[in-house]
């Protein structure tokens, strides 16, 4: 199992970029997706997620209107487009995959990719 997340990098206030996951091992369509950040000193928090099929997406209030989730169930990715970034959207952001069922969580983690948004 396998999440590699790229598309990371140093960009300049109010500029975009666009993050993807890459799921491999698991059956990535039974799986909801998200993104989590985390910065220096703080806890990891949820920016977005979308549901195994797509049609339910919600988003932290801090990206709400800059970021849009989405995902391609035939090629097994994951996106996050961030557009208008902010100094205080600098972190590392991780894909994360998550299932429920037969009451078990079946869950995994990217390794991370960098955003540094300054000028």
């Known amino acids: 199992v396998q999440l590699v997340e790229s598309g990371g990098g140093l960009v300049q206030p109010g500029g975009s970029l666009r993050l993807s996951c890459a799921a491999t091992?698991?059956?990535?369509?039974?799986?909801?997706m998200s993104w989590y950040r985390q910065s220096p000193g703080k806890e990891r928090e949820l920016v977005a997620t979308?549901?195994?099929?797509?049609?339910?997406?919600n988003y932290a209030e801090s990206v709400k209107g800059r970021f849009t989730i989405d995902r391609n169930n035939a090629k097994n990715e994951a996106y996050l487009q961030m557009t208008s970034l902010k100094p205080e959207d600098t972190a590392v952001y991780y894909c994360?995959?998550?299932?429920?069922?037969?009451?078990?969580?079946?869950?995994?983690w990217g390794q991370g990719t960098r955003v540094t948004v300054s000028s």
């Open positions: 979308i549901n195994s099929a797509g049609g339910s997406i």
């Open positions: 091992g698991f059956t990535f369509s039974y799986y909801g």
């Open positions: 994360n995959a998550l299932r429920t069922a037969y009451n078990r969580k079946y869950e995994y």
